[in-house]
């Protein structure tokens, strides 16, 4: 099922009183709490927070990644006007990939060991496209390059584990931007990168966003990384958001003393 998008708003996506449980040791344990959000059409959105702090939960909760039998959802997620927890399984699917694109954590462990990088990148222009083999085979290679790989050849036919963690971001990245989603939900993709393998795929993924003019979900630990790309950030803590506002008024208008702590220790009061 394809989401017709709503002209008449700016909205692309509410969450609204959003609560995801995690059953664990005989019971379900909270992890987000009753969050309530907004992302706009063509907007970068930051979510920080901690480890632990439910950011990823959350980010994940959207796209309905968890394993349904160990988890619970209620409340809303309002995706252009339709909310995706009232969707079966295979309407999901014929979103994900389509209207929605994820880059998760771990990227070796989301690649599939047995296939070839170019395999896999090509797998969401096989199930949503018409395109024909030559045609995909050309478009992967496109993608592989407009993620700022070289010799996109030769990586069509690696294996993951055969890549550097950079080359394996890179294709994740890659297969989440081949459908051209409507929103690119990134958990945490600069996670154990090196300071400049950070900024390049921060780079990247702004480039993306612009010139697709998606919306962009993005999780991290580092407030100075949500600072230097999003329009708007909401501050997580303990499953919930503690504040959330565009990047100046909270720059200019902090509400919350976590978030406080978070600046002083950027721009070196904390020490």
Same mark, same amino acid.
């Given at each position: +099922?394809?989401?017709?998008?709503?002209?008449?708003?700016?909205?692309?996506?509410? %969450?609204?009183?959003?609560f995801t449980a995690f059953h664990s040791n005989g019971r379900f344990r909270t992890v987000v709490d009753g969050v309530s959000l907004t992302i706009n059409k063509n907007e970068v959105f930051?979510?920080?927070?901690?480890?632990?702090?439910?950011?990823?939960?959350?980010?994940?909760?959207?796209?309905?990644?968890?394993d349904v039998k160990t988890t619970k959802l209620t409340g809303e997620i309002l995706f252009n006007g339709h909310d995706l927890l009232g969707f079966?399984?295979?309407?999901?699917?014929?979103?994900?990939?389509?209207?929605?694109?994820?880059?998760?954590?771990?990227? %070796?462990? +989301?690649?599939?060991?047995l296939q070839t990088i170019g395999t896999q990148?090509?797998?969401?222009?096989?199930?949503?496209?018409?395109l024909?083999?030559? %045609?995909r085979k050309d478009r992967v290679l496109s993608l592989l390059n407009a993620v700022g790989l070289n010799?996109?050849?030769?990586?069509?036919?690696?294996?993951?584990?055969?890549a550097s963690q950079e080359v394996r971001q890179r294709a994740m990245i890659a297969i989440a931007a081949s459908s051209k989603p409507n929103l690119?939900?990134?958990?945490?993709?600069?996670k154990d990168l090196d300071i400049?393998?950070?900024? $390049? %795929?921060?780079?990247?993924?702004?480039?993306? $966003?612009?010139?697709?003019?998606?919306?962009l979900i993005l999780t991290t630990r580092d407030l100075g990384i949500a600072l230097e790309i999003a329009d708007t950030i909401a501050i997580m803590k303990d499953g919930q958001i503690a504040e959330c506002a565009p990047v100046a008024e909270l720059l200019n208008n902090t509400q919350h003393a976590y978030t406080r702590s978070m600046l002083d220790f950027i721009y070196g009061k904390g020490e």
């Open positions: +099922m394809t989401i017709p998008p709503d002209r008449l708003s700016s909205k692309l996506l509410e %969450i609204k009183n959003l930051a979510i920080v927070g901690e480890a632990g702090c439910g950011k990823s939960a959350l980010a994940l909760s959207i796209a309905q990644l968890h079966s399984e295979s309407q999901l699917n014929r979103i994900r990939g389509k209207s929605i694109g994820t880059i998760l954590q771990g990227n %070796i462990g +989301m690649l599939n060991p990148v090509e797998e969401g222009l096989i199930y949503h496209t018409d024909n083999k030559e %045609i010799d996109t050849e030769y990586i069509y036919t690696l294996f993951p584990h055969e690119l939900i990134a958990d945490e993709p600069t400049i393998s950070q900024a $390049q %795929i921060l780079a990247l993924l702004k480039s993306l $966003q612009k010139e697709t003019k998606s919306s």
